[in-house]
């Protein structure tokens, strides 16, 4: 008999003894069937959360450098002090920066404050109010959607323009289009001559539409007369990042004129950041959550091989018999070991039946699907759990000797 016909023969048998012991099979796979469904809604989070992230911080922009006086992330409180004392980027610094960089496709000087922003009677507060200049086009994320952005010539004659963001749109003008309107933030009053894109929120908290791009000129007249500046670099190809990051930091430590043994009173951020963060918390959360399938897979393991081992014991005389009239150790073998795998496989499919409502709940709150990779791991991860957890009671019943198999009662 060749091996494929043992594998036909041990398939039909292990689906008869398994409808013969309906119930004991179906209490046997529940440890695999909660196992399974963690696995699967696990991976389906995990998938769902990181593209919520990257979808969120997509409007960094992964070849664009950030430089402030202080870093994104601040590890002790010890640091935070330090970094207050850091001089703050004048815009005079930004300038003479902009001219030494060689690997650079735009330098965009930012700066902002919240600000209450009113057309006629409708009043919106606690906008974002950014003063940049027409490179922000190119160093952000930001495309508009209707009338156009700041041009160098509004940049550099501070005309009182400004573009909003869409949810600045919704709240002031509701019905009626935005553009050529005048709105007035603070004591001033700007025409709109842009509307940007809806671009969502950053982590869920922070809302990227809330907000209003003025000249960097006229947000220092009208609202700071001394800002602190950051400003943002996007290089050329992103292949140069690195380099790129480099010869920032070198043109910004003599601009700033540090010794050579001073630390930078500056920092360069970028997306990166972000990701070696999430992807440092998110695999914890995996490891958290496969410490937990993998122990409720142990212990459905351990309840399918006593199951077996007791099927084993149940059918001592059939194997004798099987044995004496010429079947192999192999075929025994395989017999159990498929026996073992088509109960935890049919756990596999309960448990991701069960899993495949639960994940239509979980796109209410992620981006999330049960994708045919998670459902293939589900289901190899069940037949791997299978032949694990019958290997012992399959080689046991392979090697019984047929004469002792006979004899039992």
């Known amino acids: ?234 290089v050329r190809d992103l292949a140069q990042l690195e380099e790129a990051k480099e010869e920032v930091r070198s043109v910004m430590r003599k601009v700033r004129r540090l010794a050579p043994s001073e630390p930078d009173d500056f920092a360069i951020n970028q997306q990166q950041q972000f990701l070696t963060l999430f992807y440092r918390v998110a695999g914890t959360i995996a490891a958290v959550g496969l410490f937990i399938t993998g122990l409720s897979l142990f212990v459905g393991g351990i309840g399918i091989m006593n199951i077996m081992f007791v099927s084993v014991a149940e059918r001592t005389r059939e194997i004798g018999i099987r044995k004496a009239i010429g079947a192999k150790r192999r075929t025994i073998l395989i017999q159990f070991l498929i026996e073992s795998a088509a109960i935890c496989l049919l756990g596999g499919l309960v448990g991701l039946a069960i899993a495949w409502p639960l994940t239509l709940v979980m796109q209410k709150f992620l981006p999330a699907a049960l994708s045919l990779t998670i459902v293939g791991i589900a289901l190899g991860v069940s037949l791997v759990t299978g032949v694990a957890a019958g290997f012992f009671p399959a080689w046991r019943a392979a090697r019984m000797n047929p004469v002792d198999a006979l004899r039992n009662e």
């Open 1 to 234: 008999m060749n091996l494929v016909s043992e594998l036909r023969e041990g398939l039909g048998i292990s689906w008869a003894a398994i409808r013969a012991n309906k119930m004991r099979s179906v209490l046997t796979t529940l440890g695999i069937v909660i196992g399974i469904v963690t696995v699967t809604l696990m991976g389906t989070a995990i998938e769902g959360l990181n593209r919520a992230f990257l979808k969120s911080i997509s409007f960094i922009g992964a070849d664009v450098l950030y430089v402030q006086r202080m870093g994104w992330f601040i590890n002790s409180h010890e640091e935070w002090l330090r970094v207050q004392k850091r001089r703050a980027i004048t815009l005079a610094q930004v300038k003479a920066v902009e001219k030494q960089l060689t690997l650079a496709r735009a330098v965009a000087p930012t700066t902002g404050t919240m600000a209450p922003v009113r057309y006629k009677n409708r009043r919106a507060n606690q906008v974002m109010l950014i003063g940049t200049t027409d490179q922000f086009l190119y160093t952000s994320a930001v495309s508009v959607a209707q009338g156009r952005f700041l041009t160098p010539g509004e940049v550099d004659g501070g005309r009182p323009v400004c573009v909003i963001g869409s949810e600045v749109a919704t709240n002031l003008f509701q019905r009626e289009s935005p553009l050529g309107r005048r709105l007035t933030i603070g004591q001033q009053t700007f025409e709109v001559v842009g509307v940007l894109d809806k671009q969502g929120s950053f982590l869920g908290m922070i809302s990227l539409d809330n907000q209003v791009i003025i000249p960097l000129q006229q947000f220092a007249a009208g609202f700071r007369s001394r800002p602190e500046y950051e400003f943002q670099i996007k």
